[in-house]
């Protein structure tokens, strides 16, 4: 991450599906206390579904800079079309938690999903379900963000080792 701040002048954050908190207070702490001069520089922003977990994360976060919470879903981000400019998101084991549809076919598929479908050339088995909410934030990370990182942490079935492949995409 500080890699891809320095590169990208990008000290802005938003961390998606922020849980307890625990995740924001490692990387603010780490920055704190490794790279104080990143650390100045940071704007961080968790954007939740939770008011729960609002409070949970708020208490965590005491005493850092001031940290900024929107309560929001992760397929329909707050933001206008490239608002986010040059940032960071960071979305760390929360696709697997995004709607899914029981799908038979694409044609029950929202249209941007089954475009994306069609250009992948994924094949959706009968009677399944598909992550379509994963898709949806995929889309609106891509629409609120003009340069910097995409940062997704996702880590599958605990017996497969290959689930365990973090995943970036920068701009």
Known sequence: MVAIAEKHQAYRIFEVGGGRGQLAFDILHRLRDKYPHIYRKIRYTIIDLSHTLGIYQKKKLYGFP??????????????????????????????ADLPSTHSSRNESL???????????EIHIK?????????????LEARRVLTSGALLIIEYGVEEDPQGRIPVSYTH
């Open 110 to 120: 929202p249209k941007c999903v089954r475009d994306i479908v069609t250009r992948a």
């Open 66 to 95: 001031p940290v900024n919470f929107i309560n929001a879903s992760a397929t329909h981000l707050p933001f206008f079309d490239g608002a986010l400019g040059s940032s960071i998101i960071l979305c760390n084991e929360v696709l």
């Open 126 to 138: 009968a009677d399944s379900y598909f992550n379509v909410g994963a898709f949806e934030f995929l």
